[in-house]
């Protein structure tokens, strides 16, 4: 058992020091997009603001909940007196008994007999008090409404992860088609290279035994040095095509990726015609559907401002604690207070408010038809557009299989001497040229069907 437990742990240090010697990440297509949807670093902040969105629920519902909060002062008087004065002299108040409610009365009677007649004197103590206090909201409609708000807001946030990834997933794919086309490039111009460099060997033998002139292996000199920049620029660009890549999926730079999928296997696989007979839905687009959501959110609004004008309610509940007494102390250990804040008049700006809600939710319902417009005039020109890369790339692909037979029929006759290297050159330019069309064809052919399958929701 521990030796088996030490055959597995030393197989998984060994398995790790060779993925970190090589530090290479291979990836299909569908690998890279997981990978994009788990590290991209702009997916995580969107996914963070769902977080933040649920907070902002929580927030909004607390707000209606009971809220408690405590206190506690300390006063000191420095020994501060005050003085009372009740009959005799010429400083006894005139007061009318009559006047008076039970209450009050009661309270002067007290003081009365506490103090007597004449000047008496209060020596004011230090205090010190602690209050607890819970508040209640008993109705607020504008308190009803922003949960709901926030709740929209939610699903929002929700939905913005959902288009995230779409977008996210549509880069990949991009870049990924990119680097497929690039290498495919390459892998033709070496191909092109090593063609040539056969046939400078045939040249070279023909020109020292005096069947051809100089200026044929010349011309196939410069040719291949033409093929060797191009050659050194697209390895450029393919580095620069994995860089934005490893950007995309939220690769570190120090370690490289290769691209497993086969060009010509995407190429070969893919199905236009049922693509072509998908039926458009708007509704089901995501940019729709948070469209719709927004809308629902605007109207919203509109009920909040109609809210403004109907009262709120809510109720007080203090429990005060005297630590520290004075002689004179009139504040209650218990309190309950409602409270009921009534709009009456603003002078028409809630009035303004609410018409303001109303034109700004007629103006988004406008928007939300127009974009509608947009998306049916969007998928009649993307699928219009995905007919013309198809038709364009058969005729690349047929225009690519017909420069190929020629070009190695030149080649044929210029190993016999029957033609020159002059028409072997051309016939090598017509190729890449051929090649070179065919390559952007089913470049635009593959973005015109990642944008359409983007507005099928297929991707």
């Known amino acids: 058992m521990r030796a088996l437990k030490f055959l597995l742990i030393f197989l998984f240090i060994s398995g790790y020091a060779i993925s970190q010697e090589r530090n290479v990440l291979r990836l299909n297509l569908q690998q890279a997009q997981q990978y994009a949807l788990e590290h991209n670093k702009s997916l995580k902040n969107v996914r963070t603001d769902v977080a933040i969105s649920k907070q902002k629920f929580r927030q909004a519902i607390a707000q209606g909940l009971p809220q408690i909060s405590g206190s506690m002062d300390y006063t000191n008087f420095f020994n501060y007196e005050i003085e009372f004065s009740f009959g005799g002299g010429n400083n ?5 008994f009559t006047k008076l409610d039970e209450g009050d009365f009661q309270i002067l009677s007290f003081l009365q007999q506490t103090m007597g007649s004449g000047p008496t004197t209060i020596k004011m103590k230090n205090s010190s008090t602690a209050k607890v206090q819970a508040t209640q909201l008993i109705f607020s409609g504008q308190y009803i409404t922003g949960i709901q708000l926030a709740k929209i807001g939610q699903m929002l946030a929700d939905m913005n992860v959902v288009k995230s990834e779409i977008d996210v997933r549509e880069s990949v ?18 191909a092109n290279i090593q063609n040539l460099r056969q046939t400078q060997v045939k040249t070279e ?16 000199q410069m040719s291949i040095l033409v093929l060797e920049t191009t050659k050194n620029n697209l390895l450029r660009n393919s580095e620069l095509n994995k860089n934005i890549l490893k ?8 370690i490289d990726i290769e691209l497993t999928e086969d060009f010509d296997n995407i190429i070969n696989n893919i199905d236009i015609s049922t693509l072509l007979v998908e039926q458009f839905d708007a509704s089901q687009n995501i ?14 609004m509109v009920d909040l401002e109609r809210w403004s004008f109907a009262p709120t309610i809510a109720a007080v509940y203090n429990r005060n604690i005297k630590i520290v007494k004075t002689d004179f102390d009139m504040t209650p250990v218990n309190l309950v207070a409602f409270s009921m804040s009534v709009p009456i008049f603003s002078s028409g700006l809630r009035q303004s408010k609410l018409e303001q809600r109303k034109l700004e939710y007629y103006q988004f319902q406008n928007n939300k038809d127009i974009f509608k417009d947009q998306l049916q005039m969007q998928e009649k020109q993307l699928r219009y557009n995905l007919k013309s890369a198809l038709e364009q790339f058969e005729n690349q692909k047929k225009n690519l299989e017909l420069a190929q037979r020629v070009y190695d029929k030149t080649e044929f006759k210029f190993s016999q001497g029957v033609a020159t ?26 973005q015109a069907k990642l944008k359409f399958d983007k507005l099928l929701n297929k991707i």
């Open 287 to 300: 940019t729709m559907q948070m469209l719709e959501k927004q809308e629902e959110l605007t109207r919203k």
């Open 92 to 96: 006894t108040p005139n007061i009318d």
């Open 173 to 190: 794919i991009s870049m990924y088609y990119l680097g497929l086309l690039t290498n495919k490039s390459i892998e033709l111009i070496e």
């Open 421 to 446: 290297g002059f028409q072997l050159t051309q016939a090598n330019s017509s190729l890449l040229q051929a090649q070179s069309s065919y390559i952007s064809a089913a470049m635009e052919l593959l």
């Open 247 to 254: 950007f995309q999926l939220g690769i570190d730079e120090d």
């Open 205 to 220: 033998a023909l020109f020292k035994a005096g069947m051809i002139e100089d200026t044929d292996l010349e011309q196939l």
